[in-house]
């Protein structure tokens, strides 16, 4: 007995030893992952606490600005390369559309309506990706269009307790700035697949977020529409700062190395997780609506989703 005792022990060491690095490989992604999941979500949270008391595009400049600040700085102290020559052009290309449009716009487009509501329209950016490549020559596939069908009745069915809403141009407002955004983070992100630049991807991250606030600062300046940063609430700041932290480092970090260590199917999760974690949040902080509805609606408008998801990824293989 005791014999056996110590061979299972020699067995059960041999295996650790196989598979502890295939482990710890596997297990770091997973958690960025799940941290991808939880706190992107909340973010949408921290900007309609933002927005309660400050225009939302204030709002994107200050947090692109500084975010931007914090990435390029640290390539600097570390003397990272510069990018050169038409790495330039993709950059400035995906500052505008992703964080000046996309970002800019959901940001501005939660003040007028809720921020789980915010999260589920900009989920369904894999549709507008769909839509895009048709429009290029690609065709839909059975399953992408069931998909695309099934979110659609998904969000009809979320709508119905917002028929009332529709009335108000204020929500009109901010379901149009919600949509277009999404159709512009589609267009950013196959952009990111055909010209992406060859360099660090943090590097560019940081660029990008400078570049927009930039291009952002100029628009609202012109217009008016920034109020003095002394005038700014102390709770916009926090969540300002949260945003900054958790939204545009930690998590954009985690993101990224998802993406870098992580299947395409398991680390696109994050779609269908986002919603829910601001719409659970967002009726507990904010008391924001969450009928049974809405609930349903949230879930068919996802496996809606799923199917689109997977017939991108099949076009691919």
């Not at 141009?169 to 267009?187: C, E, H, K, M």
């Amino acid at each position: 007995m005791e014999y056996l005792l110590k061979q299972f022990i020699k067995v059960r060491a041999k295996i650790q030893n196989a598979f502890s690095g295939k482990i710890e490989a596997i297990g770091f992604p997973i958690l960025a992952l799940c941290w991808v999941s939880f706190f992107w979500g909340t973010t949408w949270l921290a900007s309609k606490e933002a927005v309660r008391h400050m225009p939302g595009l204030q709002v994107a400049t200050i947090r692109q600005f500084l975010g931007g600040l914090l990435y390029v700085g640290y390539f600097l102290i570390k003397k990272e390369p510069w990018p050169k020559g038409k790495q330039w052009k993709t950059i400035i290309i995906l500052s505008i559309l992703n964080f000046a449009l996309s970002n800019g716009l959901s940001t501005w487009g939660v003040k007028y309506i809720s921020s789980g509501l915010g999260a589920i329209i900009s989920a369904l950016f894999p549709i507008w990706i769909i839509i895009i490549n048709f429009f290029n020559g690609i065709k839909i596939a059975r399953v992408a269009l069931f998909g695309i069908l099934i979110s659609f009745g998904g969000i009809c069915i979320i709508f119905m307790d917002y028929l009332s809403d529709f009335l108000r141009p204020d929500f009109q407002f901010g379901i149009l700035l919600t949509i277009i955004s999404t159709v512009t983070w589609a267009f950013g992100i196959l952009e990111t697949k055909k010209k992406a630049a060859s360099f660090n991807p943090y590097f560019s991250l940081g660029l990008q977020m400078l570049i927009s606030s930039v291009f952002l600062f100029g628009i609202t300046e012109a217009a008016g529409a920034n109020i003095p940063l002394s005038e700014i609430s102390l709770n916009s700041w926090w969540a300002i700062v949260y945003l900054i932290l958790i939204g545009s480092v930690l998590t954009f970090i985690a993101f990224i190395y998802t993406l870098q260590h992580l299947p395409t199917e398991i680390s696109s999760i994050y779609v269908y997780i986002n919603p829910i974690v601001a719409m659970v949040l967002g009726s507990f902080i904010f008391g924001e609506t969450l009928t049974q509805a809405i609930a349903i609606g949230a879930v068919v408008t996802l496996i809606g989703l799923y199917l689109v998801n997977k017939s991108i990824r099949k076009t691919k293989n």
